[in-house]
Structures are given as structure tokens and as C-alpha cells.
């Protein structure tokens, strides 16, 4: 019984899927005050985790290479590079940036 319950306990807890971005340059990105880093719109999108919103990923304060990743995504935006991102979970209902990588 109890074995049990402990599996159906953590059977319902949400999978993550993860995964990459197309290839694609930054089309914007944004800073709001209610959200816990900045907003990022690349020219294409998925979202592995069906996080409530589609439309802009997010790289979180949290993210322990939260400045790196920044000036990367700036410096993507400003050449016109094409980046792709590894999306994992989602954080304030966006899907969230794990990795970023800039192409040459």
C-alpha cells in the first residue's frame, strides 16, 4: 500500500523534455520589472515543456551564468549572429534558457 502511494505520489509530478532552438538571430529583448531577468525573442521558437507562453523565452537572474549569457545575447543581437538555445522547464510560464550558443 504504501509503495503505492508513494509512486503515485511522484508518478504525477511534470517530466521535463528540454530541448534545442532552431538556429535564428535575436529578433528583441527585454527587460520587465516583474520578470526575475530578461525576455528573449529568437526568430524561431519551441517549446519543449509546454509552458503557458510561446511567444519569448526567458533567461533567469538565477542562472549561474546569468552575466555571461546576457553579454552573449547582446553581442548575438548586435552583429546578427545566429544563436540557438537549450530550452529546460519553464520559469514565470516562459520556457527557460539553460544553454546559448552563438554560430559563427
Known amino acids: 500500500m504504501a509503495a503505492?502511494?508513494?509512486?503515485?505520489?511522484?508518478?504525477?509530478?511534470?517530466?521535463?523534455?528540454?530541448?534545442?532552438?532552431?538556429?535564428?538571430?535575436?529578433?528583441?529583448?527585454?527587460?520587465?520589472?516583474?520578470?526575475?531577468?530578461?525576455?528573449?525573442?529568437?526568430?524561431?521558437?519551441?517549446?519543449?515543456d509546454n509552458c503557458v507562453r510561446r511567444d519569448q523565452i526567458t533567461l533567469q537572474k538565477t542562472h549561474p551564468q546569468y552575466k555571461e549569457i546576457y553579454s552573449m545575447v547582446l553581442a548575438a543581437h548586435i552583429s546578427g549572429k545566429k544563436v540557438f538555445f537549450y530550452l529546460e522547464g519553464c520559469a514565470q510560464n516562459f520556457p527557460n534558457v539553460v544553454h546559448m550558443v552563438i554560430q559563427n
Open 4 to 48: 503505492g502511494l508513494v509512486s503515485c505520489i511522484f508518478g504525477a509530478s511534470q517530466s521535463i523534455a528540454g530541448g534545442y532552438t532552431p538556429a535564428g538571430v535575436i529578433r528583441e529583448f527585454s527587460v520587465w520589472n516583474d520578470i526575475n531577468g530578461i525576455l528573449i525573442m529568437p526568430s524561431d521558437l519551441i517549446n519543449p
